[in-house]
């Protein structure tokens, strides 16, 4: 049975043939007083359920509380606006005033609610809906599910929501331990001396046998460390290396020395250097020329004609960029692969290849990994306000580990999975700007003991799961302003993920 097959759905009473045709169809929220169950089906209400002694509607969801088994019927606006607190059907606004400054949101009196469903035809987004991270670095475990079944458009199916079809879910994404490499060309030397050191030969190489490895993120000059229980190997340089690294040392000098992130010595010496005909390449100019003049022969630029061309109409600005890249052309296939590789040859330790000159930062910041509301205004609130939401810890456990971009996984820490919920009045960009929220049973994080290391997957998760993952927590006063913001800010494992739906800030019902 799917998820939706779990929920409850609401039980209808026939009261009297008063229109619809013959019959009015009336959905009842609640009957007459009762002893048991029995006693509502003798009284017409066939499946209501005898709670505290009356013919009681129950219910997972809102949605529960409006169902009807006959879609011709007219629907009672008591019913039309029902909601559904403490798993029973109750009359929602507008039948029930909204306290001063809350709008009727579906049944619901709220400041806010977001329940990620979108208007109109649109497909939603979190970006489109005004949720995501901060800063600069995406989350891409951040993101809308969507329950559907069978052909869901190119979407992966996500199992049902708390309320519609859709729910945000989201995890932590780790830091890796040096990222991916930026790179720009070097000198063959300083290129060959990077690949000796990381990758040690049994012999001593020659410069035109080298670089024979393309350079892998390592955090220390030399071989690979084997496993945590060995010290990494020293940052030295093997005898075998010793020549080409004197040959790297004599290359021409970078005109502005990289200040790259994460890189290590043996890296940071051949970004120091670089080959003389990448400072000498005009780009521009030599793709001015070749446009203006050589546009059809160089679609290919490594083709014969586009080099004949270049010479005939003197795009003299295009030579030193050639050499800048034949060496890494020559390593692509290709009917003039072997010519490269001669010309190649012939500039000897001189030749361009690209090594790192950067690590740009991996490690996502906590307001990028945080799934981040709009603002709020709440500023017309005139008394405490709660925020409330549905949740669904989908196999959380105990303990993560604390990823640190830079660091050996082996000097990784361990510390707790949760998910913490968070506010903010203003200044929303400071660290210092956000805080902890506390939720009524004095929980400050999700999920509790109870939830955790559920086994529940992703798809996996019926109703029954949204209403038990229900929290509410006060927001306190210094919290209500103009564009108060909350966040759910999650420290978990990396294939740990929680699904939030149903967002309100409302005073308390």
Do not use: H
């Amino acid at each position: 049975m799917s998820g939706r097959g779990f929920r409850l759905l609401l039980l209808i009473g026939l009261l009297g043939p008063l229109g619809c045709g013959e019959q009015r169809c009336r959905v009842a929220l609640e009957g007459e007083a009762c002893g048991s169950s029995g006693d509502c089906v003798e009284a017409g209400f066939n499946q209501l359920a005898c709670v505290d002694g009356r013919c009681r509607a129950t219910c997972l969801i809102d949605a529960d509380c409006r169902a009807l088994v006959d879609p011709e019927c007219e629907i009672d606006e008591e019913v039309r606006s029902a909601i559904c607190e403490q798993q029973l059907c109750r009359p929602g606004c507008p039948q029930v005033a909204c306290p001063s400054g809350e709008t009727c949101l579906i049944g619901r009196c709220a400041f806010y609610r977001e329940g990620f469903e979108g208007t109109g035809d649109e497909i939603p987004s979190l970006a489109g809906l005004g949720w995501g991270g901060g800063g600069t670095l995406r989350n891409p475990s951040q993101d809308l599910a969507f329950d559907c079944d069978g052909d869901c458009g190119g979407v992966d199916p996500g199992g049902p929501a708390a309320e519609g079809r859709r729910f945000a879910v989201l995890g932590t994404e780790p830091a890796p331990e040096k990222g991916t490499a930026r790179t720009a060309p070097t000198c063959r030397a300083c290129a060959c001396c990077l690949d000796c050191i990381l990758n040690p030969p049994l012999v001593a190489p020659s410069i035109l046998d080298c670089p024979l490895q393309s350079v892998e993120p390592r955090l220390n000059c030399g071989p690979a460390r084997q496993d945590c229980d060995t010290e990494p190997p020293p940052d030295q340089t093997p005898i075998e290396c010793q020549g080409v690294c004197e040959s790297c040392d004599a290359c021409q000098a970078r005109a502005t020395p990289v200040e790259g992130g994460f890189l290590t010595s043996c890296e940071q010496r051949a970004a120091d250097r670089v080959c003389s005909a990448c400072p000498a390449c005009d780009e521009e100019a030599c793709r001015s020329c070749r446009s203006s003049a050589c546009a059809e022969p160089c679609e290919d630029a490594l083709s014969e004609a586009c080099e004949r061309c270049e010479e005939e109409a003197g795009c003299a600005d295009c030579s030193p960029c050639r050499d800048c890249t034949v060496c890494e052309d020559a390593q692509r296939p290709g009917p003039r692969q072997l010519e490269l590789r001669a010309r190649c040859e012939t500039l000897g330790a001189d030749g361009c290849f690209s090594t790192p000159v950067d690590y740009p930062r991996a490690q996502l910041t906590e307001a990028e990994q945080a799934l981040t509301s709009p603002p709020i205004d709440l500023s017309g609130a005139a008394g405490p306000l709660f925020l409330e939401f549905r949740y669904v810890p989908f196999n959380i456990g105990s303990v993560r580990t604390v990823s640190e971009q830079g660091t050996s996984a082996c000097d990784w820490t361990e510390g707790p999975q949760e998910v913490r919920v968070q506010a903010c009045a203003g200044s929303c960009d400071s660290p210092e700007a956000w805080v902890d929220l506390v939720f009524e049973d004095g929980i400050q994080v999700l999920p509790p003991d109870a939830q955790r290391s559920n086994g529940l997957r992703l798809t996996g998760q019926s109703g029954i799961d949204w209403s038990i993952g229900r929290a509410r927590a006060a927001l306190p006063a210094q919290l209500l302003g103009a564009e108060t913001r909350i966040r759910f800010l999650p420290r978990l494992s990396e294939f740990a993920r929680i699904g939030v739906d149903d967002i309100q800030i409302r005073s308390r019902p």
